[in-house]
């Protein structure tokens, strides 16, 4: 019956009582074993598999939502009905005019979406398929990491990355540690301790493991990292025994177990729902501004397409009013024809203008624009300055979708450890009671050349301050969590025997503390080990000093500080304190607080991270208060990390201020200066303000103003989805900036996810950022050229692009609807069906193909040292409104030059006796057909020779396509011309074309008209260049002067001073202090018109020094 009422009261407490209870937390059977009679109800819950999904597609699901994605886009949607209305009427062109350009638009994108997508399978299959140990029936045994269950007992070693949330149930150290590298999920390449469960530490086999009798009850997956609650039963004799579980017993996948042979641990989160895996981002299709301009554009073409066959159908019908143009003798209707209504037959009249008209909507651009991005992007993989030597890594591109994004960019937000930064700490200098010491160039237990002795500075302290300076040593050789290794076998070889000893390794959580020991030990004070619960050191003498290790109070980004108790061999407890400045010194109630304030704040202007360093004596009584406070909060399964907090709060108080610290972060690159600084605490508060302040709305709209002023703002300990947030604030305010988001681990993929561009670091922090970013590059350094070299390229020739497809298909169709006012309005095409099929697939796509990959309208090396040139192009600039005007009037303009010049030229005619037209002045045959080719033989030069001129950068390979695709023209003309092909029905082509060319005035036409329509383009370029010139035409126009040598000596060169800045000496740290303020300042424009070859470097050096012009946000 006890058995019964057991499993009733389950039941019920999971199903009655409230169904939150169920919902927050699981219960985790660890080896998947029943908990015994009596205990509990055996209730299995379906948990997922672990499987990693970073695609969008499946086998069976890719056609259908290709297809449904691809048909999003205006273009193709809108082609789709001009072939379906093909199919049912009778229209003037044939289907294939439609269906054959969109069947290899979407024909050519879907294999590009599903090769990227397929790489992004073989990414996660790689994953999903690694192999891992798990244990069972005693046994360890090999399976898929897709295999894994929540359950299961896994078995992992040294330098093996965790393939699932786990809880720590024992490992090969006697204390039951390990330690943890968590480089792929929050940037630190340090190590972390990891604790398992007290009461199974000691289980160190496979058969012993396997015995375990456990139940896990936690919480349900939550994407926070740092916080895990849970509790694990232990049955010993049917007996449970609770202990309490937390984030320091919790691995999660990613991390990766060093400097610990093996561990056995429980899964309980695999799959999606790791921790990692929450911490993603939803996929989302990401388009770029220039694919937005481009549907807007599409959208006020659709409507000018409607309103010239409205036009067009109206007039057809004024037109037909009178009985003798309605049914002429040599078109009569049917008499189907007639009895079918005039709203049937407007509707169907109007239906045969849009087919007529719809090659206005260039839907070849979109395929053009596809092969575009596609073969562009291997310009960035091929790139040789974007090759890292070191990790053997090139730039990767995952979607080529955003390419010319790259050139929009206004926000960049960069992860700081492992990206910005080298995450290499160097140990700069103490202050022990305003006295400061140096030992220079300590970086991660490596001694910089050059510094061969121990450095101080300023005076020693006197005999009666030695002690004191000794317990600030002593401190810091204690107050952290270092581990020591004692040697590092690396290839075979053994790493940390110096001259026949032994020599330590420092292993730590955070990089700050292994610098801060290695400077102790500079100083003569060094940290052996921890064995046995003692901390050892030896001190100045060359003796060893015990300290027994009693309490580690962690630390947290709330308290900014961590404690450790101790007892010395002599009896004496101490409290070691170090944290942050504000969190030291209102706790202190004895010490030099204003030479240390001074120092920190001297330290802290400089940009070096800074820490201070206090202590407290405790009696055994204080001692054993202490203890009762920190056993009831860690055991408390409610709230534990408030009731902790509390017990900090108490202990660390009455201290004495020993001193503080300075330690520096390397920067991967030259960047110098600072702006707003903002922690994830107070960002909480800012983006989920209280209730119970009426003014608290508006705190985000101050945070967002304040960051839109400031050059660049430093966010401290942000979780990854407050990094998402950031982004998307930026993103979504009034202004909808182009944001661009950088970082390496997998705590960076939701805010790369959520950028409109997002950028993946390689290196150290392991692959999820890589995986997941649009583009991956080997170092942070290499960002600039993505962005002003590639982006800057990318955007330009695609804006070109763009423009150059609506020109063109302007000048292409407008004849077309000007020849509706000479043919009655009778839906006659001006253009054989050839021309109209081959127009925009072979006679004009190749040239602008080509221009849009290779095109360089200024030198590579000039864009890399004038960032203002990236500032020409912000904004979408090269796609606003007034240049798509322009560019749609230059193209009405042509057509009509092309249109009423051949018709005016060859409107004196006369019949001939085969019903031909035949002029008077050339004896030439001249029909609808010769008309409509000579129109369009000027409209290919035309349009070609437009793209000629908008060229700068002239290759071999330009002029073979560019004439090449002239003479294909010329050539398929004759060919389609002067040969009779038996599978056509019709001839209307035969020998048109050979005569029109036999004709001397159609020669003198062509070439008459083409100058007339390429004259307003040129002269308007010319006057505006001499007039109005952009600062790119500047540079155009000086490169020019300088024979293309003028990269060589821009006055941008100057403006972080001559010569290379990057080899030149760090000041010491005697010379006089600098203040570094971030604020990238735009330099007033050179002016490059008044350059002449007199100039010389000297001459341009002062202007260098200008006043600053407005900022910028990039």
Known sequence: MGMDFSTLRTLISRYCVGEENWVDSRTVYIGHKEPPPGAEAFIQQRFPDNRIVS???????????????????VANFYFLIIFLVQLIIDTPTSPVTSGLPLFFVITVTAIKQGYEDWLRHKADNAVNQCPVHVVQHGKVIRKQSRKLRVGDVVFVKEDESFPCDLILLSSSRDDGTCYVTTASLDGESSHKTYYAVQDTKAYNSEEEVDAIHATIECEQPQPDLYKFVGRINIYMD???????????????????????????????????????????????????????????????????????????????????????????????????????????????????FMVLFNYIIPVSMYVTVEMQKFLGSYFIMWDDEMFDEELGERAVVNTSDLNEELGQVEYVFTDKTGTLTENNMEFIECCVDGHVYVAQAICNGQVMPGAASMDMIDTSPGPEAREHEELFFRALCLCHTVQVKEEETVDGIKQGIHRGKSTSFYISSSPDEVALVEGMKRLGFTYLRLKDSHMEILNREDEIERFELLEVLTFDSVRRRMSVIVRASTGELYLFCKGADSSIFPRVISGKVDQVRARVEHNAVEGLRTLCVAYRPLSAAQYQEVCLQLSGAKLALQDRDKRLAEAYDLIEKDLFLLGATAVEDSLSGDYSDY????????????????????????????????????????????????????????????????????????????????????????????????????????????????????????????????????YKN????????????????????????????LYNISFTSLPILLYSLVEQHINMDILKKDPSL?????????????????????????????????????????????????????????????????????????????????????????????????????????????????????????????????????????????????????????????????????????????????????????????????????????????????????????????????????????????????????
């Open 55 to 73: 695609s969008k597609y499946t086998f069976w699901n890719f056609i259908p939502k290709n297809m449904f994605e691809q048909f999003r886009r």
């Open 675 to 806: 702006g707003l600084i903002i922690d994830g605490a107070t960002l909480s508060a800012v983006m989920k303000p209280g209730q119970e302040d009426s003014n608290s709305g508006n705190y985000k709209e101050i945070f967002l103003e304040i960051c839109r002023n400031c050059s660049a703002v430093l966010c401290c300990r942000m979780a990854p989805l407050q990094k998402a947030q950031i982004v998307k604030l930026i993103k979504t305010s009034k202004e909808h900036p182009i944001t661009l988001a950088v970082g390496d681990g997998a705590n960076d993929v939701s805010m790369i996810l959520e950028a409109h561009v997002g950028i993946g670091i390689m290196g150290k922090e392991g692959r999820q950022a890589v995986r997941n970013s649009d583009y991956a590059i080997p170092k942070f350094k290499h960002l600039k050229k993505m962005l002003l070299v590639h982006g800057h390229y990318y955007y330009i020739r695609i804006s070109e692009l763009v423009q150059y497809f609506f």
């Open 238 to 352: 049917n007996e449970p025994v609770a202990r309490p579980l937390g984030s320091e017993n919790l691995l999660l996948r990613g991390a990766t177990l060093k400097n610990t042979e093996y561990i056995y641990a429980a899964a309980i989160y695999t799959g999606m729902e790791t921790k990692m895996a929450l911490n993603y981002q939803c996929k989302s299709q990401k388009r770029s501004a220039v694919e937005k301009s481009m549907n807007a554009y599409l959208v006020v073409y659709l409507c000018i397409l409607i309103s010239k066959a409205l036009i067009n159908t109206v007039l057809k019908y004024a037109w037909q009013a009178d009985p003798s143009r309605d049914e002429p003798w040599y078109n009569e209707r049917t008499e189907a024809e007639r009895q079918r209504h005039i709203v049937i037959r407007a509707f169907t009249d109007f239906l045969a």
């Open 810 to 837: 302007v000048c292409f169709i407008f004849p077309q609807f000007l020849y509706q006012f000479f043919c009655g309005f009778s839906q006659q095409p001006l253009y054989d069906t050839a021309y109209l099929t």
């Open 870 to 1114: 990236y500032r020409d192009i912000a904004k979408n600039s090269l796609l606003r409104w007034p240049s798509f005007i322009y560019w749609t009037v230059l193209g009405v303009y042509d057509a009509i030059v092309m249109f009423f010049g051949a018709y005016f030229l060859f409107d004196n005619t006369t019949f001939t006796s085969n019903g031909q037209l035949m002029t008077t002045n050339t004896q030439m045959m001249f029909g609808n057909w010769t008309f409509g080719t000579l129109v369009f033989t000027v409209l290919v030069f035309t349009v070609t020779f437009k793209l000629a001129l908008d060229t700068h950068y002239w290759t071999w390979i330009n002029h073979f396509v560019i004439w090449g695709s002239l003479i294909f023209f010329v050539v398929f003309s004759l060919l389609w011309g002067g040969i009779i092909w038996p599978f056509l029905n019709y001839q209307r082509m035969y020998y048109v074309f050979m005569q029109m060319l036999s004709s001397g005035p159609a020669w003198l036409s062509i070439v008459l008209l083409i100058t007339a329509s390429l004259l307003p383009d040129v002269l308007k370029k010319v006057i505006w260049r001499a007039l109005w010139p952009t600062t790119t035409e500047r540079i155009q126009n000086a490169d020019k002067l300088y024979k293309g040598q003028l990269s060589e000596f821009t006055p941008l060169d100057c403006r972080r001073g001559s010569g290379d800045h990057r080899n030149m000496p760090h000041p010491t740290r005697s010379e006089p202090f600098t203040k570094r303020v971030m604020l990238t300042r735009w330099q007033k424009p050179p002016d490059y018109r008044t350059f002449t070859p007199l100039l010389g470097f000297t001459d341009v050096t002062p202007s260098c020094n200008g006043a600053a012009g407005p900022e910028t946000s990039v």
